[in-house]
Antibody, heavy 120, light 110 residues
Framework: EVQLVQSGAEVKKPGESLKISCKAS????????IVWVRQMPGKGLEWMGS????????TYSPSFQGQVTFSADKSISTAYLQWSGLKASDSAMYYC?????????????WGQGTLVTVSS | QSALTQSASVSGSPGQSITISCTGI?????????VSWFQQHPGKVPKLIMY???NRPSGVSTRFSASKSGNTASLTISGLQAEDEADYYC??????????FGGGTKLTVL
C-alpha cells in the first residue's frame, strides 16, 4: 500500500529555517515524482513544484523558485521541503503528493499535510 | 502564471446535476490533455476524482464525469448527494513545464 507520511506541525519565528519531511512507503520511492502543494488558510491549492528522487532533479513553480528548496534521500525514502528564512506569509498547510504515473497532475496519493505556523 | 478560472461557488439540490467549469488558455488547458480534478472536504486531504481530462480513478463514483473543449475543462456531478458538498479544484500541466491549479469552487448541496 502506497503511503506518504509527513512530519508534524511546526511553529516557527520569522527568519528561522525549517525542513519538513514526507516519508514514502509501499513503492519504489526513487522512480516516482514527489509534488509539493501549498494551501494557505482558507485558500486554494498551489503547486509548488516537484522532485524526482532518483536524481533529485527539481522543478519549481515561478512563485516558489528561490523561496524553498526540495531534496530527497533515497536511502530512507524521504522527500524534504525546506526554507532558509521563514516569513509570516509562509504559514500554511503543506502537502506532499505522488502522481499515479509520470504526470504531475495525476496526484493519486497524498500525505496528511504539515501545518506550518510562522509568528513572532 | 495565473491560476485557472473557476466560479467561486455552485449549488444544487439532491438528485440534480451540476457542472463546474475551469478556464485556462491555449498554453495550459487548451494545449494538453492533462487536466485533473480534486475534491476536498473541510479539513481533509484533497482527493483525485478525475485525471487526464476524462479518466476516473478506481473507486471514484461514476456520478463524476469530465470533459474539455478548447481552453475550458468541465466537471459534472450527476445525482447530487449530500456527501458531494466540498471544494473542487482543477489543475493542468502548462507549456512552462509546471502545473497550475484553479482557484477552487465551493459546492453546496441544498
Amino acid at each position: 500500500e502506497v503511503q506518504l507520511v509527513q512530519s508534524g506541525a511546526e511553529v516557527k519565528k520569522p527568519g528561522e529555517s525549517l525542513k519538513i519531511s514526507c516519508k514514502a512507503s509501499g513503492y519504489n520511492f526513487a522512480i516516482y515524482w514527489i509534488v509539493w502543494v501549498r494551501q494557505m488558510p482558507g485558500k486554494g491549492l498551489e503547486w509548488m513544484g516537484s522532485i524526482y528522487p532518483a536524481d533529485s532533479h527539481s522543478t519549481y513553480s515561478p512563485s516558489f523558485q528561490g523561496q524553498v528548496t526540495f531534496s530527497a534521500d533515497k536511502s530512507i525514502s524521504t522527500a524534504y521541503l525546506q526554507w532558509s528564512g521563514l516569513k509570516a506569509s509562509d504559514s500554511a498547510m503543506y502537502y506532499c503528493a505522488r502522481p499515479t504515473n509520470g504526470v504531475w497532475t495525476d496526484l493519486d496519493y497524498w500525505g496528511q499535510g504539515t501545518l506550518v505556523t510562522v509568528s513572532s | 502564471q495565473s491560476a485557472l478560472t473557476q466560479s467561486a461557488s455552485v449549488s444544487g439540490s439532491p438528485g440534480q446535476s451540476i457542472t463546474i467549469s475551469c478556464t485556462g488558455i491555449s498554453s495550459d488547458v487548451g494545449g494538453y490533455n492533462y487536466v485533473s480534478w480534486f475534491q476536498q472536504h473541510p479539513g481533509k486531504v484533497p482527493k483525485l476524482i478525475m485525471y487526464d481530462v476524462l479518466n476516473r480513478p478506481s473507486g471514484v463514483s461514476t456520478r463524476f464525469s469530465a470533459s474539455k473543449s478548447g481552453n475550458t475543462a468541465s466537471l459534472t456531478i450527476s445525482g447530487l448527494q449530500a456527501e458531494d458538498e466540498a471544494d473542487y479544484y482543477c489543475s493542468t500541466y502548462t507549456s512552462s513545464r509546471t502545473v497550475v491549479f484553479g482557484g477552487g469552487t465551493k459546492l453546496t448541496v441544498l
